[in-house]
């Protein structure tokens, strides 16, 4: 056997032994149980009995505070487990966050149970025994070939995955960096042969953790043990509700009006307002009913000749980019960063160093003499400002140019992979790739058409036009020195 036995290498329990688990540990269920999905979907929350809309039986799961796993509940198991916290101080202020705390935590179970008894890894909790109901979900994207990666061009997905394996990998090394000295990470983890950690074994971590974990209201991002067996099903399909009751359980609540009958799909909302990508991007999957996009983010970049570039990019407090979502038969927008590329120092946009409490300086973005602070307060302060309507021009345009930029890639990438499709054609990421391409190519192109709307509408403002005429005006008188 192997110093470690990760991942796809290492044996799952069934069901049943799941539901062994469950009881061992004081989760309480009514009426459901777990089952196995004959479509490749894995495990699901299945009715087994029925409940009327009309009948009182709310409550469906109670799992225990202890079970849930958080941040908070990472560095208490940390106390009692020395190989936890070595690695988690180790790491430094990536331990700090709730996805740091809890990938480690994952990472320690699994190595536990793959270690021998004599070089034991961590201490066992009930999670070291649910690992092995959780295997990681190769449909993910960051699972795909670089073939199928390639497939993703022109697409909104190819800037986050990118971004995503990027992150991963910063994460990986700064692992593998910080713990290389731990003399049984060494062993363990690290060691020249072929049974080492892998960086395929920290992304099927990140997708253990990625696809499941929950915002738990009164707790935030956590991982809740047989709840998160729940599959998603959106609107009216949607059957429960997961919450914190007042003695900091999770529960699993049914939804009100919602009749269950015997063999029904318990399923819960991942989030409706959640776009094809998002989806595709964190669960793998594009829901069956989305019959749009519904949103999608593309990335901007302050142009090279803007002498403020520096100043701006490392003020900024919001995503470089943007925002599209349907809205009411229209395509809006949404993207703080827009609104630092539209305006410059001429409009009254302005940079100071600032010295803070402990003593350092920091740059600073001001308007007017005003502080900006948040980022999302700059909207609010151009909208009062005589020029409003010339910022928005500028908005548009530049909107609309990154839209048409994004619509010519789609289509160049279409083209160069079209001899690639037959290869793929019956592959899941493929089929779920050409949704997300047709989906996006309409999006965009409705945007296109709304933001020429928009900038027509705006060409009539008497604002717009005045300023125009005075930079017309501008440009036509000579230089004083220029005597041609």
């Not at 049984?184 to 049974?195: E, I, L, P």
């Not at 991982?223 to 059957?239: C, F, K, L, Q, R």
């Not at 946009?349 to 740059?363: H, I, K, N, S």
Request: glycine share 6%.
């Amino acid at each position: 056997m192997s110093a470690v036995d990760y991942t796809t290498r290492r044996e799952y329990l069934s069901t049943i032994d799941l539901e062994k688990w469950a009881n061992l540990n004081d989760i309480q269920h009514n009426g459901i149980c777990i089952d196995t999905a004959g479509d490749d979907k894995g495990k699901r929350i299945v009715a087994s009995s029925k409940v009327e809309s009309s009948q009182n039986h709310d409550l469906l799961i109670t799992v225990p505070p202890q079970l849930i796993l958080s941040l908070e509940t990472v560095w208490i198991y940390a106390k009692s487990d020395r190989h936890l916290l070595e690695v988690l101080e180790a790491v430094g202020d990536y331990s700090r966050t709730a996805r740091g705390a809890i990938l480690i935590f994952l990472l320690l179970q699994i190595t536990h149970n793959a270690s021998a008894e004599s070089d034991r890894v961590s201490v066992s909790s009930p999670w070291t025994q649910y690992v092995r109901f959780v295997p990681p979900e190769e449909n993910l994207p960051t699972f795909w070939s670089e073939e199928e990666r390639a497939l993703t061009a022109g697409t909104s997905l190819e800037a986050a995955l990118d971004a995503k394996l990027r992150s991963l990998e910063r994460e990986f090394i700064n692992l593998s960096d910080s713990t290389l000295s731990i003399g049984w990470c060494q062993r363990h983890w690290w060691n020249t042969g072929t049974d080492g950690l892998s960086f395929d074994d920290w992304k099927a971590v990140d997708s253990m953790y990625r696809s499941r974990a929950l915002d738990l209201p009164g707790t935030g991002h956590a991982m809740v043990p047989y709840i998160d067996m729940a599959n998603h099903a959106s609107g009216d399909e949607t059957v429960a509700l997961y919450e914190t009751d007042p003695d900091g359980n999770a529960v699993l609540i049914r939804r009100e009006g919602k009749t269950v009958n015997v063999g029904d799909e318990v399923t819960i909302t991942y989030g409706d307002d959640k776009g094809v990508c998002e989806m595709l991007f964190s669960y793998g999957f594009i829901e069956d009913s989305m019959t749009s996009a519904r949103g999608l983010f593309l990335d901007l970049e302050i142009p090279d000749d803007d002498p403020l570039k520096l100043a701006k990019t490392s003020t900024a407090r919001s995503p470089p980019g943007f925002k599209l979502f349907e809205s009411g038969g229209f395509v809006n927008w949404d993207g703080d960063f827009v609104w630092l590329i539209c305006v410059n120092e001429e409009d009254g946009l302005d940079f100071r160093l600032l010295q803070t409490v402990d003593g350092e300086r920091e740059l600073k973005l001001f308007w007017k003499d005003q502080e900006i602070r948040p980022s999302s307060a700059f909207r609010d302060l151009l909208k009062e400002e005589q020029l409003w309507d010339v910022f928005q021009l500028r908005a548009v345009a530049t909107l609309q140019s990154r839209v048409e930029q994004q619509l010519l890639a789609l289509e160049r990438a279409k083209a160069s992979n079209h001899s690639m499709q037959e290869f793929h054609q019956a592959s899941y990421p493929h089929i779920n790739i050409i949704k997300l391409r047709d989906f996006e190519e309409k999006l965009m192109v409705q945007a296109y058409e709304d933001f020429e709307q928009k900038k027509n509408v705006l060409l009539t403002s008497q604002v717009v036009q005045d300023y125009l005429a005075s930079a017309n005006k501008e440009q036509e008188i000579p230089d004083e020195d220029d005597f041609t």
